[in-house]
Structure formats: structure tokens, C-alpha cells
């Protein structure tokens, strides 16, 4: 059974998804309705669905890391990610974006060349992103400096999130991982072309 909750947590409805103590899918939004049905409709066709929509103290720490993570804080939270129920190629790009630190942007290109595939193909993992805030896909963006695209919120709630996400950093560096390099460069220089 699919175990979904819910919380409100200054103002910021998140919803998650588990089985197993494993998270399957999370999302937000301001209105706990909306939030809630969007859930429900990527996981129709699923296994049994138990909703619960009380605060559940065992997922306290759960949501707050949520909520930090949406106002732009970094937590250690150790969050554990059903993503081995995914597609190898979307379990890599996932793991790479979930290595960009905060204050950070990578483009779909530099993640490509990072895990292989094209620039298109990272587009599409980002698109289906099961886990957003937990891995930061709104820290992806087009070669030009252009946001690209953002499923939760749209693009005005991508650019709140990097927005709160600068930290003053003014050079490029570089993420080893498994395979490859990944290029990631200061937020403000997005964030500086819409302001």
C-alpha cells in the first residue's frame, strides 16, 4: 500500500508519497487541494492509496527539511528515494542534479555530458521529476541562462527558488561524480538576467 501524507507547513501544503519508508513522490503547492489531487493523479493506477491528511509526527522532520529546502536552506535531511523503481538513464540524471549544491545552476547540456544522452533527454527526466525540491530540478536551466521549463508552479516559482537560493558565489566550479564532470555556475547569473 501507497501511503500518502500531507502537512502544511508555514503556509505551504507538501505532499509524499511512500511505501516502505522509501519516498516514491513528493509535491507542493499553496492549496493543500490542489497539491493533494496532483498527487493523486500520478499515482492512479497504483497499487491501493491511504491518504493521511493529520500531521503525523514520525514525518515531522520529513516536512520541515521540505519546507527548508523550499526557502532556499540546505538540510542534511537524509532522504530515501525510491528511485531504483526508475529507468537507469533517469536514476543517473536524477543523482547528478541531487549533487548540485544550493547557490548553484547546471545547464541540460552540462548535465548530458556529465551522465551522457542529450541536452533533450535531462529535459525530460526533469520534466517527470518525481521528487522536486528533494532533487532540485528547478537548478537546471537552458545554456543561454534561460529557466527552461518548471512543472510545479511554473517558471515564476523556478525563479523564487533560485532567487532564495543565491549565495554571493562568483565562479564556476566543477562535481566529480561517477563517470563524469559535472559544470555547475553561481545562481545570480540566472537570477540577474530577470532582475
Known sequence: MIEVYVDNVGGICFVVAQRGGRILRTTFDNDQKTAVDAMLGKLAGA???????????????????????????????????ADTDLPLYSQRVLR???????????????VAKAVGGGARAV??????????????????????LGLGGYGVGGLGVKLEFLNREQRGYSESKEIEMCGGVLKVFPTESVVKKYC
Open 96 to 110: 547528478a542534479v541531487a549533487t548540485i549544491p544550493i547557490g548553484y545552476v547546471a545547464s541540460y547540456g552540462a
Open 47 to 81: 497499487e491501493s492509496v491511504k491518504v493521511f491528511t493529520q500531521s503525523v509526527m514520525q514525518f515531522s522532520a520529513l516536512f520541515a527539511a521540505l519546507r527548508a529546502r523550499y526557502d532556499g536552506k540546505d538540510t542534511n535531511y537524509g532522504f530515501i528515494l
Open 123 to 144: 529535459g525530460n527526466v526533469m520534466a517527470s521529476n518525481p521528487f522536486p525540491l528533494i532533487v532540485p530540478c528547478h537548478r537546471i536551466i537552458k545554456s543561454d
